[in-house]
């Protein structure tokens, strides 16, 4: 079980947090501009890493604010949150 | 009574004799026993029958490497399967079976399996019972009739179990002597300490060691520690709890077993407790584990690992036999010849395949004229049901090849001793690696990969000395990295009753043989799945040369003791068939728990009554009192339906809806989710959520509006209002009220955080009373309010706030039935009340409750979807016939995914209604709608019924389906294919069958 | 060399002469440096496609290249459930060619997979549970798939230790019955499939990862292992747990999320659970292993691991809903869990086929789903390969299908982890 530091609360158990996948995934500006396989990319690529993942989760059991975690997708360790 | 109890010593209390039974005979032991070691006591050597041969076995082991003595405890209710009778602390009255062996344990009809032992070599199974196909499960069910080492109790369980959250900066795992010095230190610095032991009694190895602390007994030193230990605040000690399971960060599982004995603490409480701790460090004192050696029928009961014998001896004051004879590759073993020789028994020989022996160890035995053979192996052991005699030879130097010059020596008891095993299952758990240490012929742990360290035998360090001193260097160490102060205390001065300088041990996997190992009778490496050199060379040979292959291949370490006893045995005769170093052949992982953990604590608390929270809306009491029927949605318990005495559902319903038709009714919709969004963004916020244009919503305004999932599949839908300029309010399904709250705030604060947006769940502050019906207005109109109920002042599609009969009210002029109907927010507390004061108003207009289903029927006779049954998460709202819904003018969620060529396709699954062609009954929802009957498989489908019911109002049953290219084929005949073979006639039809065009809801 | 046949006279030969003259199962040959196929990943999915080449496209001078040991990934660590009643037709027709094939698998390799088809529940605990297993069950049978809908009283009589009492939290409603499903002996099934494949001359090649995948002009040309570089023109990948890691070795991006999946099994009890218990709205799957051992699998993490490890509270999930089920298990007691790593992709359906680089296959994401398609993927896996098309059965599962929106999504119809 992951410990998670949540920037607004501090450190708590994963059990609290909802996981939100890959971060840094901007939504386009303008959907219609984009090609279907532009937009596929943008709906379902993934990078998935074997290694460092910076990835989106959500205090959901407490103050249900967003935030990014940089973490090892072998070791599960958590390198930075921000 | 007990022949083999010494009449002196161990930590027993003579004075307070035990009765228990196994297997239906009594016996008798005493308080501080195990049930291993009253077995002993009592003179039973066969506990057991081993898994495929059904070969007769004894106790092996003392502590959790034991493979044999597994017993079903208590009967009934309470039984407990497969337990290790060396873990099971001795009770008045406690019951114990063996599951195995039929009809008895010493007459087992199954061992007749040994004969045809050739042909069960490893991997047996798979190479036969192929053919004819149909016979496999024939076959297969005498396997699992053969299989098996306990009986699952049959009734619910009686006890119950907790999860205990506990924190603390120093986690030491283990209650021995390193453990203890770790925690001491650790708590003498004020860090709070918690430190777990498996046993009964804190102590570990101290408890049957024969050395002096400070020049007193360990026993004395145990003692003080131990109060030392309990005076601290903040240090909690776990006797009967063992450290199961590392995770990650530094979380950590402890099993408390509190209430497996009667005379156990908390008597009344949870059976056992799971510890789910979180800890600043851990200390890892968990010990070793004593190899066997593997030698021609070693399985003999009265073989029994040396350490093993020496703690019965000394802690139990048990002597398993008369004449026994040591078999060792180390001078740990000749401790063992010590304390049999101190307690009169007779040691026959001890055989130490090092020709040039033990240090001074060996000293006293000699002057005690017991023979030492130094040089020689054990190839053989004699005695079905128990050891009569061994057979022993002289071995070259490098113990790799046998002489000869062969002797039988007489024994009843066979104490091995293969060197011994750092117990790094929590080390390995926690993801560090091991590796292989040529001195001490053992697997040592390496570089902790989280903030843990081990300490003792587990880190390969054997002497009482160097546990200590390592327990309190990383006792401090841990209180030091927590931010506390060491401080100074001495380590106990270790002195010994016997001589100290020792041999170094002479590595000895299995013993050297004339001819091949599989030419000579069976050498087991796990005893509990009987697997042998045999087997693992033989798995070798086929190919199965990975340390994972053969463990699979052969079974070896899959029995219940996890490979504590085997595994590093087998790995080296690995290494010898490979030619390779044991340190290549490299390890498995060692997986969680430690030892066996009950489901129940696994669970704790959430089962039965607590398994998932159960939510009431407001007005549940009087529902119940009503008579309602209830259906589960989601997490909520909703009415599904009233009945009056004699009805059933459909009689119900009908007369349920034919109110909501023709006169009144009343509905509670508190469960649908409902969220408040306010800020100078809301608006623009709401267009890139919802489909439709929201600007053009008036103050007072309401609309229908749905959502999507950005890949353009309708995710939920309700109603969204204007209650104010910047306020708005918008209603979800019961089901999704969480998901689309969730799904908000996050495209809130990760997308668009620049927008000014507060969102807040009301779900539960605002209890939904719908009033449904032509004379729901009149109702209204002849109670006391300040909104005007009149058509044009309180038009459909809108909302007006006010008191009503004197509660504060907001009212939406919304109709999920297609009548004239008004949904009444009330705060939750008054809710009963306000529905009590409808209920009373509306008598003259016959009010009518109606619950879950009625109102399926009243949305389905008007073509009103519900997410999630007329949906599934691959229809769009273009399926839906929404078009109307999507907004030209701007882009929002999922709008881009609408254009992908699939989902412009015209032969999509589109919303329909079916009429049912022949009888009155509804079609099955579910049902799966073909062209024509008959056909080969797979037939081609074209949908399915989405809902279907039979409608009261319109005389006739309704269905609502997901058909391919439905919408163009208005009035074809197509088919529901029942799961009984027979094919229906269904209508093609608007899926819009009550009052198309809107009538009654802008009335 | 001729290949042994096992049998029951192959036992009694080889017991006369003490187990001393079996032939190996498999060689372990060097890799050659140039073969006409690569299968990358030696696990259940990885060794079919490989025998299936041999045997049914006559491609023979294949190999297999495994990172670690053969079925050591998920084909080793999975609940070895099997069935075939999925909802959507393609997916149905693709499990039931999986489920066909597994029903004549242990003769077809001579080696017993010990397939059971002891049947499949998959419980509903709501009205909307059984209106989806109504549908599924329908299309099943019009898709010539077995499935049944049986009531509490019908699960309680096959079931004896089942909880159908409706005043639980969730009662159990009725369930969809395939009898036809089962369980397998995971391990014998890539051994198996490793056996029959090297008899067929497939070099199977253990300890060579892959660790680059060498293109020329958008075609593939071999790979890079750490045993050296091996040339092909058709390379075959399906490494469950990691394929998005392997396509990045060729510049493609992949829609796949890797997670834990966790499972664990009790200590070894006399028969008490003779069939396979699924349940979505409680979740939780169980079976008992023929040694006697309670196999339950857990839900699945929610975030993306490749430590093929999860975290506890998903433990305590799976165990409270088995004994929502069970209740008298609460006394069984774990002995050990592990994890495995699932390829999960948006519409729980997986990818076989061809990818933007010629002669490159991929077949990955099939979730907690692949166990049951072991051989039907290897068999339509070996097609595309062979042919450089996709076989129809797994034609609808190409890569192009997230673009153009054509998913299968199974999510809905089997809500349980598969």
């Not at chain 2, 087992?108 to 069960?120: A, G, I, R, Y």
């Not at chain 2, 007994?217 to 240090?235: H, N, S």
């Not at chain 3, 396509?247 to 009890?269: F, K, N, T, W």
């Amino acid at each position: 079980m992951l410990l998670i530091n949540c920037p607004w609360c501090g450190p708590r158990d994963e059990s609290e947090f909802g996981y939100g996948g890959e971060a840094d995934i901007a939504r386009p500006a303008n959907p219609d501009a984009l090609t279907d396989e532009e937009w596929a990319d943008y709906l379902f690529m993934r990078k998935n890493p074997r290694g460092l993942h910076r990835e989106q989760w959500v205090h959901e059991h407490g103050c249900r604010r967003w935030f990014v975690l940089e973490r090892d997708t072998v070791t599960y360790e958590i390198t930075d949150a921000t | 009574m007990q022949p083999d109890r010494l009449s002196t010593g161990g930590r027993i209390d003579r004075s307070l004799p035990l009765t228990f039974r196994f297997n239906g005979r009594t016996c008798q032991g005493y308080a501080g026993d195990t049930l291993a070691s009253a077995l002993l006591a009592n003179g039973i050597r066969v506990v057991g029958r081993s898994f495929k041969y059904h070969r007769p076995r004894g106790i092996m082991a003392i502590g959790a490497d034991e493979p044999n003595a597994i017993v079903q405890l208590g009967t009934g209710a309470a039984t407990i399967p497969g337990l290790r009778a060396t873990e099971v602390e001795l009770y008045d009255g406690l019951v114990a079976t063996t599951a195995r062996g039929w009809p008895g344990l010493k007459f087992d009809l199954l061992s007749v399996n040994e004969f045809f032992s050739p042909l069960l070599s490893a991997g047996f199974y798979y190479k036969t019972f192929m053919a004819p196909g149909f016979l496999w499960r024939w076959y297969e069910h005498g396997f699992r009739h053969a299989s098996g080492l306990g009986i699952s109790p049959r009734e619910t369980d009686p006890d119950s179990y907790e999860h205990y959250n506990a924190h603390c900066d120093v986690l030491v795992a283990g209650g021995g002597p390193a453990g203890l010095m770790a925690a001491l230190a650790a708590a003498k610095s004020g860090a709070r300490v918690i430190i777990a032991d498996e046993q009964g009694e804190m102590g570990g190895s101290l408890l049957s060691d024969g050395a002096t602390l400070n020049g007193n007994p360990a026993g004395v030193w145990l003692g003080k520690a131990l109060d030392e230990l309990q005076r601290c605040p903040e240090v909690i000690i776990l006797p009967r709890s063992t450290v199961s399971g590392y995770y990650d960060h530094n979380f950590l599982t402890i099993l408390e077993r509190c209430r497996d004995h009667p005379n156990q603490r908390d008597a009344e409480g949870v059976r056992q407790r799971l510890w789910r701790v979180r800890a600043g460090r851990v200390i890892l004192a968990q010990g070793s584990h004593e190899r066997p050696l593997v030698f021609p029928d070693n399985d003999r009961p009265g073989v029994m690992l040396a350490s093993a014998l020496s703690g019965y001896i000394r802690r139990y004051g048990v002597c398993p036999g008369r004449r026994a004879v040591i078999f060792a590759n180390n001078d740990g073993a000749y401790l063992t010849a010590l304390d049999l020789v101190q307690v009169g028994a007779s040691v026959s020989a001890i055989i130490d395949c090092r020709e040039y022996g033990a240090g001074a160890v060996a000293e006293p035995l000699r002057e005690a004229g017991v023979d030492i053979y130094q040089g020689y192996i054990v190839t053989g052991a004699s005695g079905r049901n128990g050891v009569r005699s061994v057979q022993v030879v002289p071995v070259s130097a490098d113990a790799g090849a046998v002489k000869s010059g062969r002797k039988i020596i007489h024994c009843d008891l066979l104490a091995i001793s293969g060197g011994w095993n750092p117990a790094v299952h929590l080390h390995s758990q926690a993801g560090g690696r091991i590796h292989w240490d040529d001195v001490r012929s053992c697997f040592i742990p390496g570089a902790p990969r989280q903030d843990h360290v081990s300490v003792g035998a587990c880190n390969g360090s054997f002497s009482l000395d160097a546990c200590l001193e390592e327990g309190k260097q990383a006792g401090q160490e841990a209180a030091r990295a927590c931010g506390f102060e060491p401080a100074p205390f001495s380590t106990p001065e270790v002195g010994r009753e016997r001589p100290g300088e020792a041999h170094p041990l002479q590595p000895l996997w299995r013993v050297p043989l004339p001819r091949s190992p599989r030419r000579h009778p069976k050498q087991f490496i796990d005893y509990q799945n009987d697997t042998t050199v045999a087997d693992v060379y033989q798995a070798v040979q086929e190919g199965y040369r990975n340390v994972e292959h053969v463990k699979r291949y052969t079974a070896l370490g899959f029995g219940t003791d996890q490979g504590k006893l085997g595994n590093i045995n087998g790995m080296a005769v690995l290494a010898e068939c490979l030619g390779k170093p044991v340190a290549e052949v490299g390890t498995t992982t060692f997986r969680p728990p430690y030892t066996a953990v009950s489901f129940g604590a696994c669970a704790g608390a959430a089962v039965g009554d607590l398994y998932d929270p159960v939510r009431k809306t407001a007005l549940h009491d009087w529902h119940e009192a009503a008579g309602a029927e209830f259906e589960v949605v989601g997490q909520w318990l909703r009415p599904w339906y009233y009945p009056r005495a004699g009805e059933g559902l459909d009689e119900a319903v009908a007369r349920e809806c034919l109110a909501a038709r023709r006169s009144l009714a009343i509905m509670d919709a508190s469960t649908l989710g409902k969220i408040e969004v306010q800020g100078p963004d809301a608006a623009t916020f709401l267009e890139r959520i919802y489909t439709h244009n929201i600007a053009r919503i008036e103050t007072g305004r309401c609309a229908y509006g749905i959502m999507l999932g950005e890949d353009g599949m309708v995710m939920d839908d309700g109603v969204m209002a204007r209650l104010g300029g910047q306020h708005y309010y918008l209603t979800t399904t019961t089901g999704g009220a969480a998901r689309v709250l969730g799904w908000l705030e996050q495209w809130l604060q990760t997308e668009w955080p620049e927008l000014k947006v507060y969102l807040t769940s009301v779900t539960e502050r605002w209890s939904t009373i719908a009033l449904v019906g032509p004379d729901s207005r009149k109702l209204l109109q002849g109670m006391e309010s300040d909104i005007d109920f009149n058509r044009e002042d309180f038009p459909f599609m809108s909302v007006r706030s006010g008191s009503l009969a004197g509660f504060a009210t907001r009212i939406f002029r919304v109709s999920f039935s297609g009548e004239l109907a008004y949904e009444i927010n009330v705060e939750s507390d008054f809710a009963p009340a306000l529905w009590q004061t409808l209920m009373a108003a509306g008598q003259q207009y016959g009010i009518t409750p109606y619950g879950t289903e009625s109102m399926h029927v009243l949305r389905a006779e008007k073509g009103f979807i519900i997410v999630g049954q007329d949906t599934d998460g691959s229809v769009t709202p273009l399926d839906l016939g929404l078009t109307w819904l999507l907004s030209r003018d701007k882009d929002y969620l999922g709008k881009r995914s609408l254009a992908r060529p699939d989902c412009r396709r015209p032969d999509r699954k589109q919303l329909v209604g079916l009429l049912c062609e022949e009888g009155p009954e509804a079609l099955p929802e579910g049902a799966q709608l073909v062209e024509q009957p008959g056909g080969e498989p797979p037939v081609a489908k074209l949908g399915h019924v989405t809902s279907s019911y039979y409608s009261a109002c319109l005389g006739h049953p309704i269905a609502l389906a997901l058909v391919s290219a439905g919408r163009a084929r208005k009035d074809d005949v197509i088919h529901a294919a029942l799961r009984n073979g027979r094919c229906v006639r269904a209508r093609i039809v608007s899926p819009v069958f009550h009052d198309p065009e809107g009538e009654r809801q802008r009335a | 060399m001729t290949r042994q046949k096992y049998s029951i006279f192959s036992l009694l030969r080889n017991a006369v002469s003490r187990n001393e003259n079996w032939q190996q199962a498999w060689r372990s040959p060097a890799p050659r440096k140039k073969y006409d196929a690569l299968i990358v990943g030696g696990g259940g999915h990885g060794l079919a496609t490989a025998y299936y080449l041999a045997k049914e496209h006559g491609m023979r001078n294949v190999a297999v290249l495994e990172k670690g040991w053969i079925g050591g990934g998920n084909t080793g660590r999975n609940t070895t459930i099997v069935r075939s009643n999925y909802l959507w037709t393609e997916a149905a027709l693709l499990y039931e060619k999986s489920l066909k094939l597994w029903e004549g698998l242990s003769r077809d390799l001579n080696y017993n997979v010990m397939f059971s088809q002891r049947g499949v529940y998959n419980l509903g605990h709501s009205l909307q549970d059984m209106r989806d297993i109504e549908r599924r069950v329908g299309a099943n049978r019009l898709d010539g798939i077995d499935a049944e809908v049986v009531t509490p009283e019908q699960i309680k009589a096959a079931i004896p230790m089942i909880n159908t009492s409706p005043r639980v939290r969730y009662p159990i409603l009725g369930a969809s019955l395939q009898r036809r499903g089962g369980v397998a002996r995971h391990d014998a099934v890539a051994w198996g499939f490793a056996r029959a494949a090297d008899a067929l001359g497939v070099d199977i090649i253990q300890q060579c990862e892959v660790t680059g995948i060498y293109r020329d002009h958008g075609r593939v040309t071999g790979v890079e292992t750490r045993r050296g570089r091996i040339e092909a023109d058709r390379v075959g990948v399906v490494v469950a747990g990691h394929a998005s890691v392997l396509a990045g070795m060729a510049g493609l991006r992949l829609p796949l999320e890797s997670h834990p999946l966790q499972a664990y099994v009790s200590e070894p009890l006399k028969p008490v659970l003779d069939t396979v218990v699924m349940s979505g709205a409680v979740h939780g799957y169980i079976s008992q292993s023929d040694k006697g051992e309670l196999v339950i699998g857990a839900g699945i993490d929610a975030y993306n691991g490749y430590g093929q490890r999860g975290s506890f509270h998903t433990i305590e999930h799976a165990m409270q809903a088995i004994i929502e089920l069970f209740p008298a298990f609460s006394r069984v007691r774990m002995l050990r869990q592990w994890g495995g790593i699932v390829d999960v992709s948006p519409d729980a359906c997986p990818i076989i086929g061809k990818t933007p680089v010629q002669g490159l296959y991929f077949n990955c994401g099939w979730g907690t789903g692949g166990f049951k398609a072991t051989p039907g993927s290897g068999w339509a896996f070996a097609h595309t390969i062979a042919r450089d098309e996709p076989h129809d059965l797994n034609a609808p599962f190409s890569l192009e299908r997230f673009t153009t929106g054509a998913l299968i999504d199974e999510h809905g119809a089997a809500a349980v982890a598969h």
